[in-house]
C-alpha cells in the first residue's frame, strides 16, 4: 500500500524484452534505498513493481504482460521519468490517500493553462471509469494522490501546486500525455457491496436500478 505522496522522481535506465513480457531498470535518484530488500515493492508512475535486484543506484523489477496492457509502463524508454515512492509502513504518516498501486486504466492530458501561482489540468478518464470520479474525492495519477475539483463527464479538473510541479513528473505533462489512473478504491468496494447476493453470480459487474431494488437499496 501507498499514500500517493511522491518521495522521488527516478529515470528508466534500461528495458529489457524477456520471455514476452519486460524487465525495468529504474535509477531512483534522490529515493533512499536503504530500507528496501529484494521482494519490496515500489510504486512507478503508480504502479506497485516488486523489487527483484538491487545494483546500488536503483532497482530491477518484471512487468507482467497484464501491467503492460493496462498501465503506461510499456511507453516507457531510457530516459523517461518515473514518479516513486516506497510502501508505506505503520509509523507512516498518510499524507495522500489509501493506493493500492493497481493501476485502473489509462487517462490522458487533454489542457493545462496557468491558475495563478498553479497549474490547472483537465485529464479524460476511460468511460468506464468515469463513474468512480466524484468533486471533491480521490484520485491517483501516475502514483500521485491529487484531489478533483471538477467533473464534466468523463473529464476531470485538478490543481496542481507548485511543489507538485517541482517534486513529480507533471512538469512534463502535455496535451496528449498518457498517463496511468487509480480510482478511490473504496468506491470500488463500495459498487461491488452494492451488488448485494448478485455479485456471486457470473457475469457481475455493473449496477442496475434493478439489482439495487432486489437488494433493498430502492424503496
Same mark, same amino acid.
Given at each position: 500500500m501507498f499514500t500517493g505522496i511522491i518521495q522521488a522522481v527516478g529515470e528508466v535506465a534500461a528495458m529489457q524484452?524477456?520471455?514476452?513480457?519486460?524487465?525495468?531498470?529504474?535509477?531512483?535518484?534522490?529515493?533512499?534505498?536503504?530500507?528496501?530488500?529484494?521482494?519490496?515493492?515500489?510504486?512507478?508512475?503508480?504502479?506497485?513493481?516488486?523489487?527483484?535486484?538491487?545494483?546500488?543506484?536503483?532497482?530491477?523489477?518484471?512487468?507482467?504482460?497484464?501491467?503492460?496492457?493496462? =498501465?503506461?509502463?510499456? *511507453?516507457?524508454? $531510457? &530516459?523517461?521519468? /518515473? %514518479? @516513486? !515512492?516506497?510502501?508505506?509502513?505503520?509509523?507512516?504518516?498518510?499524507?495522500?490517500?489509501?493506493?493500492?498501486?493497481?493501476?485502473?486504466?489509462?487517462?490522458?492530458?487533454?489542457?493545462?493553462?496557468?491558475?495563478?501561482?498553479?497549474?490547472?489540468?483537465?485529464?479524460?478518464?476511460?468511460?468506464?471509469?468515469?463513474?468512480?470520479?466524484?468533486?471533491?474525492?480521490?484520485?491517483?495519477?501516475?502514483?500521485?494522490?491529487?484531489?478533483?475539483?471538477?467533473?464534466?463527464?468523463?473529464?476531470?479538473?485538478?490543481?496542481?501546486?507548485?511543489?507538485?510541479?517541482?517534486? =513529480?513528473?507533471?512538469? *512534463?505533462?502535455? $496535451? &496528449?500525455?498518457? /498517463? %496511468? @489512473? !487509480?480510482?478511490?478504491?473504496?468506491?470500488?468496494?463500495?459498487?461491488?457491496?452494492?451488488?448485494?447476493?448478485?455479485?456471486?453470480?457470473?457475469?457481475?459487474?455493473?449496477l442496475s436500478m434493478s439489482t439495487l431494488a432486489e437488494n433493498g437499496f430502492l424503496k
Amino acid at each position: 500500500m501507498f499514500t500517493g505522496i511522491i518521495q522521488a522522481v527516478g529515470e528508466v535506465a534500461a528495458m529489457q524484452p524477456s520471455g514476452g513480457d519486460l524487465r525495468l531498470r529504474i535509477d531512483t535518484g534522490k529515493l533512499d534505498l536503504g530500507d528496501v530488500q529484494l521482494g519490496d515493492s515500489i510504486c512507478t508512475n503508480g504502479a506497485c513493481l516488486t523489487v527483484i535486484e538491487l545494483p546500488g543506484d536503483g532497482y530491477w523489477a518484471d512487468v507482467s504482460v497484464e501491467s503492460l496492457n493496462f =498501465t503506461t509502463l510499456g *511507453d516507457l524508454k $531510457p &530516459g523517461s521519468k /518515473v %514518479n @516513486l !515512492e516506497k510502501a508505506l509502513t505503520p509509523a507512516s504518516r498518510l499524507g495522500g490517500h489509501i493506493v493500492s498501486g493497481h493501476v485502473d486504466g489509462v487517462g490522458e492530458v487533454v489542457s493545462l493553462h496557468e491558475d495563478a501561482r498553479s497549474i490547472r489540468f483537465v485529464l479524460r478518464a476511460p468511460d468506464d471509469l468515469a463513474k468512480y470520479i466524484a468533486h471533491k474525492g480521490s484520485i491517483t495519477v501516475d502514483g500521485t494522490s491529487l484531489t478533483v475539483n471538477a467533473v464534466n463527464g468523463a473529464e476531470f479538473d485538478l490543481n496542481i501546486i507548485p511543489q507538485t510541479m517541482a517534486e =513529480t513528473v507533471f512538469v *512534463d505533462y502535455q $496535451p &496528449g500525455t498518457r /498517463v %496511468n @489512473l !487509480e480510482v478511490d478504491v473504496i468506491a470500488r468496494y463500495l459498487e461491488r457491496l452494492m451488488q448485494g447476493e448478485a455479485a456471486a453470480k457470473p457475469g457481475a459487474g455493473t449496477l442496475s436500478m434493478s439489482t439495487l431494488a432486489e437488494n433493498g437499496f430502492l424503496k
